[in-house]
């Protein structure tokens, strides 16, 4: 296995590249011996060139890293799918960062067509304790999922799994008024971030901010607290909308 190391502030990023139940390809990093939470983060849409190698892909998984969690970067298999190829992706994939011993608990991490699966994908991973959808595209899941993506989103409002939802306001595949309606129509608890005068594909240096703000909000924790399994998840709240700048 090909190893390949990216440093940044705290624990580093060493990955190795493992072959998936699903037949999936992912980047995965052993998580420290006490942290017990591993995180899996997913790309945008293979077709117009998303990959794992997406700076937001890379800056979630580096961040988590730096703080002990284990890691997996999903490759998917497939960008013409309803939602059942890459949400079995995802479920390989926890598979995978389980059989690490000290892996108890999973969050899932999507930028752009991947954080729709993130959203549906959260309800078939029974050890997910949330997810995180960073500029997710409602205004085309209907293409990007063959007429299903409104059956994928429909998931995120039957579970109250702490969510994160960071939104470019001048996102080209989701206008304000698409993601406020889906925000609304989540139930608790949730933070959504908009990133004012951000694109969809400019929101990467506001990441490691947005996280570390959700799991206070979410778990009262910081990062190194979160990778420990060092949380507790606070009674419902209602959303809090913040601006990026």
């Not at 890459?86 to 067509?113: C, N």
């Not at 949330?130 to 998931?155: C, E, K, R």
Request: aromatic share 8%.
């Amino acid at each position: 296995r090909h190893k390949e190391e990216e440093t940044m502030e705290g624990r580093a990023l060493v990955e190795s590249w493992v072959r998936l139940r699903s037949g999936a390809w992912a980047r995965v990093s052993r998580g420290s011996p006490e942290a017990t939470v591993g995180v899996i983060v997913l790309h945008p849409w293979g077709p117009l060139g998303g990959s794992i190698h997406d700076p937001h892909v890379v800056t979630a998984a580096r961040l988590f890293a730096s703080a002990g969690c284990a890691t997996a970067r999903v490759s998917f298999r497939t960008g013409f799918s309803c939602g059942s190829s890459p949400t079995a992706d995802v479920q390989a994939a926890a598979e995978a960062l389980l059989e690490q011993d000290t892996v108890t608990r999973l969050l899932i991490v999507g930028y752009s067509y991947g954080s729709i699966v993130a959203v549906a994908a959260a309800t078939a991973v029974p050890e997910a304790v949330g997810f995180v959808a960073i500029n997710p595209p409602l205004d085309v899941a209907w293409a990007l999922f063959l007429f299903n993506g409104h059956q994928l989103l429909d998931q995120g409002k039957k579970t109250p799994l702490p969510k994160l939802l960071i939104h470019a306001t001048r996102d080209q595949f989701c206008s304000n008024e698409s993601f406020d309606a889906f925000v609304d129509a989540l139930p608790d608890v949730k933070l959504a971030v908009n990133v004012q005068g951000a694109n969809h594909f400019d929101v990467v240096r506001h990441l490691p901010d947005a996280i570390r703000r959700f799991l206070r909000h979410a778990f009262d924790c910081d990062l190194q607290r979160f990778a420990k399994g060092d949380f507790h998840r606070p009674p419902p709240s209602q959303v809090v909308v913040e601006e990026g700048n």
